[in-house]
């Protein structure tokens, strides 16, 4: 597997006409102890984005997580890594991009994820484990910020970074093999299903310990001609609140986000689908899980990207094609909030 991923980011010009940002491939540099990798692919500094302005989505340092604002990230587990128990004040859109993953929670439950896979991490105490000794895994994850979960009076509040980094030097001096969190008889693998998505949700009992409140097989649903999607959830509020034994995905108006939301899912364009141009006033994360798709931008030549290119979409204009008359596409999206893209004012100063 290549030490880089694939980034393309879209923008606007002056006269408001979609345009590329970039078109690159992010290096991921080594995490403390060496036994992982990962790069932030884009951020924004708060909840609805702006995407006219806010040109800092790569360079915004993020941290664990991003207070008041979103993050994309792409980071690669190596052979038998243990991450070290911890938890973010986000909720967490996470896919498996290749390999397996073992997601392990304090609560004492432990699942088994394939490539396709799909979490939503409710601000529980988790951690990740490669079971494999011989192959990487790699995962997108989106965070946007989170209220700390109250249980019984409670707050659960964040683990701190320098923990995590003294955690995870640790286990790389200890080694793998004594710092597992949970025996491979303790993992749960789900099995096989339908043409659905594989979906696990987190959450936290009445003693505030992390739990598995639901898995289960999201099915795809076809929503226009060529395209189906597997609405996997969603948020109606920034800071998300992670709270309860509930939260199944709510229904956006069509062709817009609900006010300060974020909505996760799976998309698939069938063969030789051709989706028409559309616009929102959102910013999306996208990564290609399987197959090919073309993004179209206003008057430019069409770009195609492949499994585990990353995509952001940052309000603008276009259409796709999946140029393969027999293999479907597959697209992990999380979409969130944006503010309203306002080109007439940037366009006449411009002109002066």
């Not at 879209?10 to 345009?19: C, I, L, M, N, Q």
């Not at 604002?69 to 967490?92: A, N, Q, W, Y």
């Not at 974020?262 to 069938?270: P, R």
């Amino acid at each position: 597997m290549a030490d880089t991923i694939r980034r393309v980011v879209t923008t606007h010009d002056k006269s408001g006409e979609a345009t590329l940002l970039a078109d690159d491939r992010l290096t991921l540099p080594a995490f403390p102890g060496g036994k992982a990798k990962g790069a932030v692919v884009w951020t924004t500094g708060e909840v609805p984005a702006d995407n006219f302005n806010d040109l800092l989505g790569d360079r915004r340092p993020a941290g664990m997580s991003l207070k008041g604002g979103s993050v994309l990230r792409v980071t690669e587990f190596g052979p038998g890594f243990v991450s070290p128990m911890h938890r973010t004040l986000s909720i967490d859109y996470a896919v498996v991009l290749s390999g397996e993953l073992e997601i392990i929670l304090d609560g004492g439950e432990t699942v088994r994820l394939r490539p396709g896979d799909a979490v939503v991490q409710r601000g529980a105490n988790h951690a990740w484990r490669n079971p494999r000794r011989d192959c990487p895994c790699r995962i997108m994850v989106v965070m946007i910020e989170a209220h700390p979960v109250a249980v019984a009076g409670n707050r659960l509040g964040a683990t701190p970074t320098w923990r995590m980094v003294a955690s995870a030097l640790a286990t790389a001096l200890v080694g793998t093999s004594k710092m597992s969190t949970a025996s491979p008889a303790a993992s749960e693998i789900l099995a096989p299903g339908s043409e659905g998505i594989r979906r696990i949700v987190t959450g936290h009992n009445s003693a505030g310990k992390a739990v598995i409140l639901s898995k289960q097989i999201v099915d795809l649903r076809r929503t226009s001609v060529g395209l189906s999607e597997a609405a996997l959830w969603s948020t109606a509020q920034a800071p998300a609140d992670n709270g309860g034994r509930s939260g199944e995905p709510a229904s956006p108006k069509k062709g817009r986000s609900q006010s300060r939301s974020s909505t996760f899912c799976i998309v698939e364009l069938e063969p030789g689908c051709d989706m028409p141009a559309r616009q929102t006033f959102t910013i999306d994360y996208g990564v290609v899980l399987s197959g090919r798709v073309e993004l179209h931008l206003d008057g430019r030549a069409a770009i195609t990207l492949s499994d585990g290119d990353a995509l952001v979409v940052r309000g603008t204009r276009q259409a796709w094609r999946n140029p393969d008359p027999h293999t479907p596409c597959r697209i992990a999206v999380c979409t969130i909030e944006a503010l309203p893209i306002a080109v007439v004012a940037e366009a006449a100063a411009g002109a002066e």
